[in-house]
T-cell receptor, first 116, second 112 residues
């Protein structure tokens, strides 16, 4: 199999604080992981590509200083939302793909972030 | 840039009907195509993966076809059930290791 675990599933934080979201590949190694954001009733929008051992690649319009990504091991990528504001409230979801032609992308269960 | 479009945006059918969800993409040079299901407030569950060299894949009541040359894929759901109610997403990467480009999804409601 190819299982991706994401934690926490939901978090409520005060405006101005930082929140860290973890994404783990449980039964495979992932040199690349992807972070998406989803607004209500909208599709997934790619935020950044997380690369193990190197800097993440951010999509246009995504503030790299606000959304810090760390991919320090082959099984763990973290997304930290710094100085969160209410407009950062959203559903964040990560993804990875196990190497091999028969494997598609596997997604975490997502994190619902609410900034109050 | 790869654009993925899904039609219809929403669909409501009575239980037992067979239905077809459509997905189109602008760049035919895809590595594969994947169909997902998303329940409200949840992550994505992979339903079917079709490699670029394949024409279709089947899993239970689901059948997905792929026509690369015309940039289209269809997801066929046979004998629909209320438990099939969810949003169905179609996605393609341009190449192996690239992030997925998603359509906006089809919101399906199957009524008892």
């Amino acid at each position: 199999g190819a299982v991706v675990s994401q934690h926490p599933s939901w978090v409520i934080c005060k405006s101005g604080t930082s929140v860290k979201i973890e994404c783990r590949s449980l039964d495979f190694q992932a040199t690349t992981m992807f972070w998406y954001r989803q607004f209500p009733k909208q599709s997934l929008m790619l935020m950044a590509t997380s690369n193990e051992g190197s800097k993440a690649t951010y999509e246009q319009g995504v503030e790299k200083d606000k959304f810090l990504i760390n991919h320090a091991s082959l099984t763990l990528s973290t997304l930290t939302v710094t100085s969160a504001h209410p407009e950062d409230s959203s559903f964040y979801i990560c993804s990875a793909r196990k190497t091999g032609p028969n494997y598609g992308y596997t997604f975490g269960s997502g994190t619902r972030l609410t900034v109050v | 840039k790869q654009e993925v479009t899904q039609i219809p945006a929403a669909l409501s059918v009575p239980e037992g009907e067979n239905l077809v969800l459509n997905c189109s993409f602008t760049d035919s040079a895809i590595y594969n195509l994947q169909w997902f299901r998303q329940d409200p407030g949840k992550g994505l569950t992979s339903l079917l993966l079709i490699q670029s060299s394949q024409r279709e894949q089947t899993s239970g009541r689901l059948n997905a076809s792929l026509d690369k040359s015309s940039g289209r894929s269809t997801l066929y759901i046979a004998a629909s059930q209320p438990g099939d109610s969810a949003t169905y997403l179609c996605a393609v990467p341009l190449n192996s290791g690239y992030a997925l480009n998603f359509g906006k999804g089809t919101s399906l409601l199957v009524t008892p």
